[in-house]
T-cell receptor, first 115, second 112 residues
Framework: DGGITQSPKYLFRKEGQNVTLSCEQN?????MYWYRQDPGQGLRLIYY???????QKGDIAEGYSVSREKKESFPLTVTSAQKNPTAFYLC??????????????FGDGTRLSIL | AQSVAQPEDQVNVAEGNPLTVKCTYS??????LFWYVQYPNRGLQFLLK??????LVKGSYGFEAEFNKSQTSFHLKKPSALVSDSALYFC??????????FGTGTSLTVIP
């Protein structure tokens, strides 16, 4: 079945530690997105990528980094500079530029907490 | 600034009654409009979309949505609510640049 896989489902970060959240898709989508979800705040865009080897900052990129070396993969690193990382992180993919009328497909999220 | 608003954080409805979850948007041009549903500790699932044409669009699980261009609204509806419809609902708008704008979500509770 085609879809998006996020791992791990739960992740704990120690003080001063960087952690990486995995996102893999087999939908052959060009565009991929990372969102942060906090209670009552909806989804906030962290980074997005419209094509391999290119990505753009979203609204809350500070303290996060990404890479897009392969079409299928868009990992998110939460760095120690992100002082309040506790949240539910969602990865999404979408067919890409020129297909804006197509919906995004979401993974089942990673819940990150501070130890 | 482009935005999507869901004016109600919480909607309660009795099982079997019709339900409406409201959404308005402020996105330039003719945006594409979407509704998603989220169950606890899960990702968002696509319900339906408006691209062009009929103002009433039908989607999954008996949901439909009414597009109103003059009021820039895209309200989600269902004629008869089920307890299993209880979830968090998100409205979203997509522009031609492949940018997507999400509302803050509405928590729907269907009371048995």
């Amino acid at each position: 079945d085609g879809g998006i896989t996020q791992s791990p489902k739960y992740l704990f970060r120690k003080e001063g530690q960087n952690v990486t959240l995995s996102c893999e898709q087999n939908l052959n989508h060009d565009a991929m997105y990372w969102y942060r979800q906090d209670p009552g705040q909806g989804l906030r865009l962290i980074y997005y990528s419209q094509i391999v080897n290119d990505f753009q900052k979203g609204d809350i990129a500070e303290g996060y980094s990404v890479s897009r070396e392969k079409k299928e993969s868009f990992p998110l690193t939460v760095t120690s500079a992100q002082k309040n990382p506790t949240a539910f992180y969602l990865c999404a993919s979408q067919q890409g530029a020129g297909y804006s009328n197509q919906p995004q497909h979401f993974g089942d999220g990673t819940r990150l907490s501070i130890l | 600034a482009q935005s999507v608003a869901q004016p109600e954080d919480q909607v309660n409805v009795a099982e079997g009654n019709p339900l409406t979850v409201k959404c308005t948007y402020s996105v330039s041009g003719n945006p594409y409009l979407f509704w998603y549903v989220q169950y606890p500790n899960r990702g968002l699932q696509f319900l339906l979309k408006y691209i062009t044409g009929d103002n009433l669009v039908k989607g999954s699980y008996g949901f439909e949505a009414e597009f109103n261009k003059s009021q820039t609204s895209f309200h989600l509806k269902k004629p008869s609510a089920l307890v299993s419809d209880s979830a968090l609902y998100f409205c979203a708008a997509g522009d031609t640049g492949n940018q997507f704008y999400f509302g803050t979500g509405t928590s729907l509770t269907v009371i048995p």
